[in-house]
């Protein structure tokens, strides 16, 4: 029997949920309103009280972030290349213009040993992201943004239940957004929420949130800001307040199901792992890098004939041609555009099954286990001795599968 085709991921969504969900469509009121307020509430706990506001994305989140940093034109905030999109848009939607730091190369986020130089008068704001749910080293960060005065939006989309140096992220630091989209580690179908640092007033941010409106106990009402139409929904609360119970579960079966690709993982396939980090990272996505030269779209398409779905996440932002325009070009941020090309999403959400695992590293030996993309070892036995092979060396054609004679 064929089995069921697996995607990269899947939401768990549980019939207890489910029920709350009809419970809503069934009160009269299902737009912003008690369950919103529970669901903040619920976060607020979760980042050790600190003042939560829900949004209706991630993206809303961060720009009403930006503008309470009051990020606006002529303001260059810092952040990655290598992101989903959103996190530099919004810096463009506000009227800004991003400055990108390169990626290091081990954790793939910003990269702190080169964030220090480029910080300049007018950077005002940092933007982290924390890839795949492994985070950015919040004391490192926090030393060099306080160092130079700048305030910090931790772009934490992907990393809800991952933690560093023991604290969960959102319980510290400065801004802190977190994206509920239907592939993250907890949704709402799509949703966000912004954790308030204490200087900024949480009804400004609800104005910003809301059209700019304030009403007043008589009736009256008053726009004295420009806002948006960033509310989210009691439906989408209810499944956030089904899901937030979870959470914990779901970054342990994430985190177990990351532990074994890395025990069954096939060694000689020529894949760059992500760091085997089973502490602080949520394990939000499970990403190798392809061997350099392998062809990804050809992978790809090779594996979802073996019935396994793969992602690309993500790659470098500053060669889309929205970016291009503004003068970013191809050897701006190398490490980024490396990763960017290689980088793969694996199946990984938390009702996979362990023998979910066996089937992905079984298709990654049909589809890299060949001769075609079987990656050359970096010393080969060559006539009577070894040779090295450089570090860009892709194709097998020169040499035997085995890399003898
Ligand atoms: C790093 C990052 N930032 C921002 C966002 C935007 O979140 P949303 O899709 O909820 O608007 C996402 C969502 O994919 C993300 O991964």
Known sequence: MTQPFLPFTRPTIDEETIAAVADVLRSGWITSGPKVQAFEATLSDYC???????FNSGTATLEVALRLAEVSRGD????????????????????????FVDVDPRTRNIDLDRLDAAIRPSTKAIIPVDLAGLPVDRKRLYEIANRHDVRVIEDAAQSIGATSHGKTIGSIGDFVSFSFHANKNITTTEGGALVLPDDIDPKLCERLRLQGVQRFPDGGMDVDVLGGKFNLTDVAAAIGLGQLKRLAEFTARRRHLARLYFERMPQNLGLELPPADFENSNWHMFQPLLPRGTDRGVFIAAMKDRGIGVGVHYPALHLFSLYRQFGFKE????????IGRRIVTLPLFPSMTDSDVDRVCDALI??????INERVPRRVGFMDGEIEVPDDFDQISAFPPEGGN
């Open 76 to 99: 260059t905030p810092i952040t990655t290349p290598l992101t989903w999109v959103a996190t530099a848009n919004v810096i463009l939607e506000v009227g800004a213009m991003p400055v």
């Open 331 to 338: 050897g701006d941020f190398p490490v980024a555009e490396d």
């Open 366 to 371: 049909a589809c890299l286990g060949n001769p």
């Open 48 to 54: 050790g009280g600190r003042t939560v506001r829900a």
